[in-house]
């Protein structure tokens, strides 16, 4: 019996939850690009630098890196759907309120809140996704996920730039988000039901502790979510520095800068786009080293040519366009293959990959403002680093055993954390059709049901 597939227009019961899961996506790109137009403003605004401005970024990320190391585990527990909707409405009235701070303490405190309540639609949304498909599957799930989260960073510097010119400035831009993430909470009480059995759950802290050591102690699974997080670091340099490069040092206007990180977006978006159809084809590890070597290659071309001082908005724009080509391929393939690892314990799993992300995030957002407002060495050589690191993160993965799914996808017949040493029982090998035949499973795009 075949489920829905991503081949052709899905019916409609697939598309809502899919969707619902993207949007629960945005709350990271949204909450980091819409306001980032106005990074000059606020630093002049708040009476701050480039450093101090970028530390609200800073405490947004540390917030959902804690809230993933939490919530996580959590759901293992209590289920996927409380922890969403809590997050969920924590994260509105945190943003609202930081529309109305009176000071760039306040905002900082408030930023953490969100980020921290915020994460749930994060790692929970990646728990569900696990709860319901492995394998090539998951990746192609993970991999239209990315695509549909794409329209957040494509979409919000130019709404942001918009917002932040000729609507309310900063402030502006988050009352625009809380609407957002008003919405995000109403989509999730209306569309996403439990993935989580009750008898799959995980009661008490103690065997959450042991699965998040168990998790940790999966060599393969370590190597692929360092690949990940290193990668998001590259992506967070550009990030916190590209409002100073794009506007400071390449001379754009507040609108030519929106719509110059937009078309970086939208180079990933359709980076993994593609992706999701390779995946059909070549195994999720190829295509994730492919991404990896590309973004090495181009910020390293790029950090090059700054220090040669001959970096232009060509330059600029082609090499950063190519490292977010290789970033499309990265995302969604190595989120796959590191929850692949760890298939009962989906939650601790996708918390110890996103608080990893976060943490590097919210570490090279400030350093890449230390040079000043009116360089881009620092931006390029944080970015040419974390992907040099990523690369060698995923050498970790060399003669480690297949995941639990590896006959199916390719990947190789051994077990992970179900089967690594000293977890015996901790985390049991599940058969495909245990993960996929559930109700929640046929609403999403992609999934198929073996026989």
């Known amino acids: 019996m075949s489920l829905p597939s991503t081949e052709g227009a899905p019916p409609r019961p697939a598309a809502l939850p899919t969707a619902t899961l993207a949007l629960l996506s945005f709350v990271m790109p949204l909450a980091t690009d819409l306001y980032l137009p106005a990074f000059p403003a606020m630093a002049d605004d708040l009476g701050t630098d480039a450093s101090g401005v970028q530390l609200t970024l800073t405490a947004f990320l540390f917030g959902v890196a804690a809230g993933q190391l939490v919530l996580g585990p959590l759901s293992d527990r209590l289920g996927r759907r409380k922890p969403i909707l809590a997050g969920a409405a924590v994260c509105a009235v945190g943003t609202a309120l930081c529309a109305m701070a009176p000071s760039l303490g306040v905002l900082i405190v408030l930023r953490f809140v969100t980020g921290f309540s915020g994460a749930a639609g994060l790692v929970v949304g990646r728990a569900v996704v696990s709860d319901v498909a492995s394998g090539a599957v998951a990746a192609r799930l993970f991999g239209v996920l990315t ?193 692949e690892r760890v298939p009962q314990a989906a939650g601790t799993g996708s918390a110890v990959l996103g608080t990893l992300q976060s943490l590097l995030g919210g570490i090279a957002a400030p350093l890449v403002g230390l040079g000043g407002a009116h360089t881009a060495v620092p931006l390029f050589a944080g970015m040419a680093l974390c992907s040099l690191l990523a690369v060698l993160a995923l050498l970790l993965t060399r003669g480690a055993s297949g995941s639990s799914g590896g006959n199916r996808d390719g990947s190789g017949g051994g077990r992970g954390v179900g089967g690594a040493q000293g977890t015996e029982g901790l985390v049991p090998d599940r058969p495909e059709q245990h993960r996929l035949d559930m109700p929640f499973a046929r609403a999403l795009p992609g999934a198929q049901q073996p026989g």
């Open 147 to 339: 695509t549909l989260g794409g329209i957040a960073p494509i979409a919000a510097p130019l709404a942001g730039g918009a917002v932040v010119t000729h609507a309310g400035g900063w402030r502006g831009a988050f009352w625009v988000l809380a609407v957002a993430t008003l919405l995000m909470f109403l989509a999730a009480l209306f569309f996403v039901p439990e993935s989580l059995p009750e008898e799959r759950r995980r009661p008490g802290g103690g065997s959450t502790l042991r699965a998040a050591c168990a998790v940790l102690g999966d060599r393969a699974y370590v190597g692929y979510t360092l690949a990940f997080s290193f990668a998001c670091g590259a992506l967070f340099c550009y990030i916190a520095g590209s409002a100073f490069l794009l506007q400071n040092v390449l001379g754009f206007t507040v609108g030519q800068a929106s719509l110059a990180f937009s078309l970086g977006a939208l180079t990933a978006t359709l980076s993994s786009a593609v992706g999701t159809r390779l995946v059909g084809r070549y195994h999720p590890r190829l295509l994730l080293r492919a991404g990896l070597t590309v973004l090495l290659a181009a910020t390293t071309a790029a950090l090059l040519v700054t220090l040669s001082g001959r970096l232009g908005r060509a330059a600029a724009l082609g090499l950063i366009g190519l490292a977010f080509l290789g970033i499309g391929q990265v995302f969604g393939t190595a989120t796959a293959l590191a929850l």
